[in-house]
């Protein structure tokens, strides 16, 4: 991965000493560059497993911002930083109701009950329901390989199916399932293996400061 986004970084270079070439001026639908451009970057984004790669994907290309977009790339609920506490980490933790060491798939996010849960990307809702330990859920599909769920709500407002905007919401904080209190667990899933979704939860303030 490293290898590839080093031959983008030259590639890239490569093609903008071309007189009169922009890559940013270039239209998606006419330009053969512009299209092969945004097959690479699609490509990349979909082999990409963790968030350095990403990060980095994004440090060495000029990545056109509605592939950003397309990725979970937000809080996935509104808590003010006095309140902000992640109360299970993602990784191995001492399960608080079973007190045995178990793989986190998540994070915990404490809120109050009712809170609005939003997307914290675009996609397609791909199961809703109840699970003895996740309690209600949702589960959402995004692009290049993402898929986010969202447990322990009190209850949820989208369906299977249902296309969805990041910043919509989906549910409100709750307390089901095998919870100790009302929080949120949030998963983020790349190519169906679970990654630490609080790296990417600042990912698109990171992306605007990086613009700066």
Not at 164 to 182: D, F
Request: a positive charge; proline letters at 7%; glycine letters at 10%.
């Amino acid at each position: 991965m490293n290898t590839l986004i080093r031959f983008v970084g030259f590639l890239t270079a490569k093609l903008l000493l071309i007189p009169g070439l922009s890559l940013a001026q270039t239209s998606p639908g006419t330009d053969s560059v512009r299209a092969a451009w945004d097959s690479l970057e699609v490509s990349l984004l979909k082999t990409t497993r963790t968030y350095a790669q990403v990060d980095r994907l994004i440090q060495a290309i000029n990545l056109r911002p509605e592939y950003l977009d397309r990725l979970p790339s937000t809080f996935p609920v509104a808590v003010t930083i006095k309140e902000f506490s992640i109360s299970s980490p993602f990784g191995l933790r001492k399960h608080p109701v079973h007190k045995q060491t178990r793989f986190h798939g998540g994070i915990d996010v404490r809120a109050k009950k009712g809170l609005p849960v939003t997307a914290t990307a675009p996609g397609i809702v791909k199961r809703v329901g109840y699970d003895p330990g996740l309690g209600a859920f949702v589960q959402v599909l995004h692009s290049f390989g993402f898929e986010t769920v969202y447990g322990h709500l009190a209850g949820y407002c989208v369906q299977p199916g249902q296309r969805i905007i990041r910043g919509q919401e989906i549910g409100k904080v709750g307390q089901t399932g095998l919870a100790t209190g009302p929080h949120l667990h949030y998963v983020v899933r790349k190519n169906g293996e679970p990654i630490d979704p609080l790296h990417f939860c600042f990912l698109l303030r990171r992306r605007l400061w990086l613009l700066k």
